[in-house]
Each structure stands twice: as structure tokens, then as C-alpha cells.
């Protein structure tokens, strides 16, 4: 019997203690709720957590001011009443540390105080409170017990009619007390010391003094956490002060913890009083820039943004362009012979920053192509692409492969019929193709090939599937992206908006010199820069057009010019008949006209 009577006691305890809610939500100062805040709720006597949820909300259940360890722990001690149970009196030793003000209420097991105001202060050592509860029924009491209101303790009491009395002593140190202050309508009050709010998006903030529980429920309503703007970006490459830098950089920083995009700025001067780029709404941690000067100092900056603001521009940073030809590609294409001597088509390869080399036709008399676009004779290819490495290690090696190799009508079709799918989907001539380059690196030593130029990336010829899945087949394999997109609006947006397409990866223009004073084009380049494509993007000057152009014409010296307004950042001139006129070749060794 005595058994079951203590685990009612201890059940109605718990009961007792865990019912009082402590809610509300966390908003910024737009309203808007902020979820995944770690809140920590501190009270007198212990700390409560949780999480905020997808509006902002948070819930501390279980919240009270109970702890029988609280006392103990601080060098005082509260005994169980005595006796227990009892009719109508007990005694409730207390032992003091130092002199202190106790406080003793009485509560039903339905929260309710029964007998209030008994308070007093005693001397350090050991005193009592004489408790009398006459008039109550019988049932279970809890008496709370405070020190100095900061330590609390509870005992579990019994009071049965018929059961012995107390008979009281010493009342210099003790309290005696009856139950002349009933208030059935108090419950038992729990105070809170403060909320704890951290997180990511937010700095840690406090919330204190707060309200002190006095029902079951107590709602905080929205709580404001001002959330700042995001910390200006840390620069990353290419480093403070650098020089011999290309002409087509690739600017790299830190993320910002909270940041949804970035800006930045390059400019010749250090009071950015002018520009030379200037991009924005970027959402990753990098930004291509191309067609800068030769061996000219360039200072570069970056802030960052979010619904709450913008940073502060980052520390500045200066890098000087090389002087050297740099930012120039060239393609070989057509008679190689044309252009000397192994050794020396190397040299002339190394003096880019960007050198794609094509299926060709005759390199030191070998045939490379016959008449299948997988029947290809690479056994010349090693010798060179090790000599143009040795000369330049810094030079972007692409090889050429067509998006259209598995296309029904042939690997260069008329745009006549648009391969939609691969057949069986998975584009397997593409795949043979572009690892038939890929082997040489892997056979040969010496040979590093960075990319994969994309040719016919057009929607004229293929599909979203079929650019989708040869894009994403190049970068699986761990290679740069050079699409040639032709000249005109159609291939610029179909290739741009691949998801495939990174930061590091390049558009080409085909064919941009001859049609500069085309609409098509002006248009595809200037759709290109409102879009902020924040990746590299080339041009092919004349490819076969070569009739009607020489390297001092005014149409390729104007078409350069506007490339170079819109932010292009490299380019081209080359003039070749596709091996047919091989003596024909021009090559214009600077592209700066």
C-alpha cells in the first residue's frame, strides 16, 4: 500500500511540474518568420531548448521552477516534511548556509495555491517551518520552498485525517503557519531570466527580463531579431599585387554567411572613379572577366547582398595583366602544314591563353579525318600537344568534338532535321569521340588537355536532351566546356541557359567578324551582357569566311571593338579554307587592331 502511494505522489508531482508552456515566434524586421534559430529559454534554475520551426515559432513545454537539486547543489538543504502523511501538522527542516529569507507555498495537485505568505528570514544553521493545514481535505500537497527567491525545492506531502500530530519546539528558529490565506484561484508562478537566440543567418541575441509564467501558457508574441546585412566577402584570387596575370581572370572570394548574391568591380584606378567591368545579382563565389589591357594594373572589389541590405566593398585588391599576347585564342582549323613546322605550329600555340585544336586535315602529310568522324588518325597529336605544354604551362589546351556525332544525317548535318534524343539516350558516338582525345592524356606523358570544345550547339540541329546530355558528359569527365554556339540569338540563349554551363566554361561565336553587321549577332551579344552570364565567352573571327576579310580590314578591326565592348574575353582571327586552299591561311598574330 505504502509502495503505491509514493508512485501517485511522484506521478501527480511530475504531473504538476510540466504544466506550464512558454511559446512564441521570432521575426526580422520585415515580419517574416526565421526558421532554424537554436532558442534557449533560461529560468533561475535551469535552461530549456528547442527550434524554431518554418514560420518562426518555438514551444517550451515542460517549463517550471521545480529542481530538489537547485538547493542542495548551493550548500543549503531542505528536508522532507515530517510526518508524512499526517493530521493537520508536519515540520519541514530547512538548513541554512547563511542568513536568508525562506519562502514556503502550499499547492493542490491541480496547481492552485492553498496557503500563501509564509515567509521569514532565519539564521544560518538549522531552523524549520510547522506547517498546518486544517480545513483541507485529505490528498496530496506540494510545498515549494524558496531561498533568497533564487533556490527552490519541493516536497511531496500526504495530509489523511487520523494520522498523528506534531507537537512544536524551539520558536525562536522556527515558523509556525495555518492556512489563513487560501487563494484557490493563484497557481504556481515560474520566472524566466531570458531567451537565447543564435543562428546563422543572425548574430546571437538575448531577450531579458521576460514576463514571469503565471498561468499554464504564456505566449511571448513575435519577437523582432533585426537580421544585418551580410559581411563584405573575403578575396581569394588571383592574389594582392599580383603581375604576369592573364588577360582573362577569373576572380574568386569567400562566401558571405548569409549572402544570396554578389557584386564586383575592376577598374584601372583605386578609387574606382571608372570601370572597366562591373557585374551584379552574381550567385556564386566567382566572376570571369575578359578583354582586359596588357600589362596594366587592375584594382578589384566585391560586396555582397541580401534581402536586408548590402555589405560593405571588401578589402581592394590590384593584379597586372601580363604583356604578352594573352587573352587570345586560336583554333587550329584546316591545312596545319600550312603554318611550319611542328615545333613551330607549337610555338605559335603558346603564345594564347586559350588554343582549341580541331579534327584537321593534314598535319606533316598525315590524313586525319576519313570521311566517318570517328575514323581519325590522332598519331601526330602527342608530339605537339607536349611541345605546346613544355612552352606554356599556363595555356587552356581544348579539343574538338560535335554535339551533332550521333546525329542522324552525319556528324556536321544540314540544320535541316533537329536530333532531339541521342539515339538509345545516351549519346555513345559523342562519348567514343571525346575520349578519343581523352586517351591520348591518358596514354602519354606530358599531355594535359583542359577542355572540350562543343561544336553546332544549336537548337537548329539538337535538342535540350541531346546539349544536356553531351555538356554534362564533359564535365563528369572533369574538363572545361567551350560551346560554339554560331552566330546568331537562337544558339547564344540554347547554350546559356544549360544548367551544365559553369562560371569557368566558355561561349563561342562563330563567324563573328563577317557578320558583325548582322542584327542577329549585335543582338546575341548584347542579350548575352544584360544577361550578367557570369562566364568566359569568345568569338571565331572568320572561320572559311576568309573571301572578302584580311587582318587590317575595318569590318574585323569594328567587330573586335564591339566584342570587346560587350565584355568578350577572347578572340579569334584566323583565315583558313578548311584545307582546300591550305596556302591561303592568314593569322593575325595580335588581335588588337
Not at 504544466?19 to 530549456?48: F, M, N, R, W
Not at 562566401?255 to 574606382?272: C, H, K, L, R
Not at 563573328?512 to 565567352?537: R, S
Request: hydrophobic letters at 35%; a negative charge.
Amino acid at each position: 500500500m505504502r509502495i503505491v502511494i509514493l508512485i501517485s505522489i511522484l506521478l501527480l508531482q511530475r504531473a504538476f511540474v510540466t504544466a506550464q508552456t512558454v511559446t512564441g515566434t521570432i521575426v526580422d524586421q520585415l515580419g517574416i518568420g526565421l526558421s532554424d534559430l537554436h532558442a534557449t529559454l533560461y529560468t533561475p534554475l535551469t535552461e530549456y531548448t528547442t527550434t524554431t520551426d518554418a514560420n518562426g515559432s518555438f514551444s517550451f513545454p515542460n517549463v517550471t521552477s521545480v529542481n530538489d537539486k537547485s538547493v542542495s547543489q548551493t550548500g543549503y538543504s531542505i528536508s522532507n516534511n515530517y510526518p508524512n502523511p499526517f493530521n493537520p501538522k508536519t515540520r519541514i527542516g530547512v538548513t541554512l548556509r547563511n542568513n536568508s529569507k525562506v519562502r514556503i507555498d502550499i499547492y493542490n495537485v491541480l496547481g492552485q495555491m492553498v496557503m500563501g505568505d509564509m515567509e521569514k528570514y532565519l539564521r544560518a544553521g538549522d531552523s524549520y517551518f510547522d506547517l498546518e493545514l486544517k480545513g483541507l481535505p485529505s490528498g496530496f500537497y506540494i510545498a515549494r520552498i524558496s531561498v533568497d527567491d533564487q533556490y527552490v525545492a519541493t516536497r511531496k506531502m500526504m495530509l489523511i485525517y487520523g494520522s498523528q500530530h506534531l507537537a512544536a519546539s524551539d520558536p525562536d528558529q522556527g515558523y509556525r503557519s495555518d492556512r489563513s490565506t487560501l487563494d484557490r484561484r493563484s497557481t504556481m508562478d515560474t520566472k524566466l531570466d531570458s531567451l537565447v537566440l543564435t543562428g546563422i543567418s543572425i548574430e546571437r541575441t538575448v531577450f531579458a527580463p521576460l514576463p514571469t509564467v503565471t498561468g499554464n501558457v504564456l505566449n511571448l508574441g513575435s519577437l523582432v531579431i533585426t537580421v544585418p546585412a551580410p559581411n563584405a566577402p573575403t578575396l581569394l584570387s588571383p592574389p594582392d599585387s599580383a603581375t604576369d596575370q592573364s588577360t582573362s581572370p577569373t576572380l574568386t572570394w569567400n562566401a558571405s554567411s548569409g549572402a544570396t548574391s554578389y557584386g564586383s568591380q575592376v577598374s584601372t584606378t583605386s578609387m574606382f572613379t571608372s570601370f572597366v567591368r562591373k557585374q551584379s545579382g552574381l550567385t556564386s563565389t566567382g566572376a570571369a572577366v575578359g578583354g582586359l589591357d596588357t600589362s596594366t594594373q587592375h584594382y578589384w572589389r566585391v560586396n555582397a547582398t541580401n534581402s536586408y541590405g548590402t555589405s560593405q566593398w571588401s578589402d581592394t585588391w590590384s593584379f597586372t595583366t601580363s604583356g604578352t599576347i594573352g587573352d587570345q585564342l586560336f583554333i587550329f582549323q584546316g591545312a596545319y602544314d600550312a603554318l611550319g613546322t611542328l615545333d613551330e605550329i607549337a610555338q605559335l600555340a603558346a603564345r594564347h591563353d586559350v588554343v582549341v585544336f580541331t579534327h584537321g586535315f593534314y598535319l606533316d602529310g598525315s590524313t586525319w579525318v576519313h570521311g566517318n568522324c570517328l575514323d581519325v588518325d590522332y598519331s601526330k597529336m602527342p608530339d605537339l600537344l607536349v611541345k605546346v605544354r613544355e612552352k606554356n604551362p599556363r595555356v587552356k589546351i581544348f579539343v574538338y568534338v560535335s554535339a551533332t556525332a550521333d546525329h542522324p544525317n552525319g556528324c556536321w548535318p544540314q540544320p535541316s532535321v533537329q536530333m532531339s534524343e541521342c539515339p538509345n539516350g545516351n549519346c555513345a558516338d559523342f562519348k567514343t569521340w571525346t575520349n578519343l582525345w581523352l586517351n591520348l592524356e591518358h596514354d602519354h606523358n606530358g599531355i594535359i588537355i583542359d577542355g572540350i570544345f562543343v561544336d553546332l550547339v544549336h537548337p537548329a540541329l539538337i535538342g535540350t536532351a541531346v546539349r544536356d546530355s553531351v555538356f554534362s558528359y564533359v564535365k563528369s569527365r572533369g574538363k572545361l566546356l567551350m560551346a560554339n554556339v554560331l552566330s546568331d540569338t537562337l544558339g547564344l540563349k540554347f547554350a546559356a541557359s544549360s544548367p551544365f554551363l559553369q562560371p569557368e566554361d566558355f561561349l563561342l561565336i562563330e563567324g563573328y567578324c563577317v557578320l558583325a553587321g548582322n542584327p542577329n549577332v549585335q543582338t546575341g551579344a548584347m542579350n548575352l551582357q544584360l544577361q550578367n552570364m557570369n562566364i568566359h565567352w569568345a568569338a571565331l573571327a572568320s572561320e572559311w569566311y576568309n573571301s572578302a576579310l584580311t587582318c587590317n580590314s575595318d569590318n574585323m578591326k569594328n567587330a573586335y571593338a564591339m566584342f570587346r565592348q560587350y565584355g568578350g574575353s577572347a578572340f579569334a582571327y584566323q583565315s583558313a579554307d578548311l584545307g582546300t586552299q591550305s596556302g591561303t591561311w592568314v593569322y593575325c598574330p595580335h588581335g588588337r587592331k
